[in-house]
């Protein structure tokens, strides 16, 4: 039993270190979502090695709609990214980071004149697949 498990770990500790792969050097991302989540988000890759990367990401939401209600906010967050190859162009990934942001509410409906803002300070962490083309 002791010997199935040694090869076992051997044999995924193979997996992880024997595929070479290709990361590109530097790329440019867009994620879009609504407005009830965060808002569309710019999103830039910088290679570090053969398996390591820096994600920059810089999200924004602008909601305004027919009641007078108002709702700003804007993120910038930085993750530290692991970078396996599954096959080809396919890609898995881990990370880990952080970020701050602020947002701002200001809602006039029957004149209210509620108005907050803030700033606010998060970890991060993504997984994710990818393709590179």
Do not use: C, H, P
Not at 23 to 32: D, E, F, H, Q, V
Request: no cysteine; hydrophobic share 40%.
């Amino acid at each position: 039993m002791k010997k199935i498990i040694l090869s076992a770990i051997m044999l995924i500790g193979l997996a992880f270190t024997a595929q070479a792969q290709d990361i590109s050097k530097n790329a440019l991302g867009l994620r879009l979502g609504g407005n009830n989540g965060f808002g569309g988000e710019v999103s830039y890759q910088r290679g570090l090695s053969k398996n390591n990367r820096l994600e920059l990401d810089l999200g924004w939401r602008n909601r305004n709609n027919y009641n007078g209600f108002d709702d700003n906010a804007i993120k910038l967050a930085a993750l530290y990214q692991w970078v396996w190859n599954i096959d080809g162009g396919f890609n898995w990934y881990a990370g880990v980071g952080g970020g701050v942001g602020s947002w701002s509410y200001d809602n006039n409906f029957n004149n209210n004149n509620i108005d907050d803002s803030g700033a606010f300070v998060f970890i991060a962490g993504d997984l994710g697949i990818e393709y590179n083309f």
